[in-house]
C-alpha cells in the first residue's frame, strides 16, 4: 500500500510540474532603449552574463519572444521572431539584457 501511495504522488507531482512547465506560453518583447548615438545594437548571448559568446547582433525594433516568466538575474532567455506576428518558435534563441528589451502590450501600448 504504501509504495503505491508513493508511486501516486511522485505521478501526481510530475504531472503537476509538467503542467506548470507548459503553462508559460511567452510574452513578447521588442529590442529598445538603445542609444542611436551609440553602437545602436542589442547582443543575443549565448548565456545569460556578459562574457557569453555573442550570437547576433539584434537592432531596434526587433521582436522577441520569451521562454520564461522570469528573468535570470538581469537577463530574460528569448528566440528572435520575424516579425510581430510569428510565434512559431524557430528564430535564433540566446539571450538578451532586460534593460533593453520593452513588453508589448497587445492591447495597443508598449513599455519597458
Known amino acids: 500500500m504504501r509504495k503505491s501511495l508513493t508511486i501516486t504522488a511522485a505521478f501526481a507531482l510530475a504531472a503537476g510540474v509538467a503542467t506548470a512547465l507548459w503553462a508559460y506560453s511567452g510574452e513578447q518583447y521588442v529590442v529598445c532603449n538603445l542609444n542611436p548615438n551609440g553602437d545602436n545594437w542589442l ?12 550570437l547576433m547582433k539584434l537592432g531596434p525594433g526587433t521582436f522577441l519572444e520569451t521562454w520564461s516568466p ?6 530574460r532567455e528569448v528566440t528572435v521572431m520575424r516579425d510581430i506576428n ?3 518558435g524557430n528564430g535564433p534563441h540566446g539571450w538578451v539584457h532586460v534593460n533593453y528589451i520593452c513588453y508589448v502590450d497587445w492591447r495597443g501600448k508598449s513599455g519597458g
Open 43 to 54: 547582443a543575443l548571448k549565448a548565456g545569460p552574463n556578459i562574457n557569453s559568446k555573442r
Open 70 to 75: 522570469d528573468p535570470v538575474g538581469a537577463w
Open 86 to 88: 510569428d510565434w512559431h
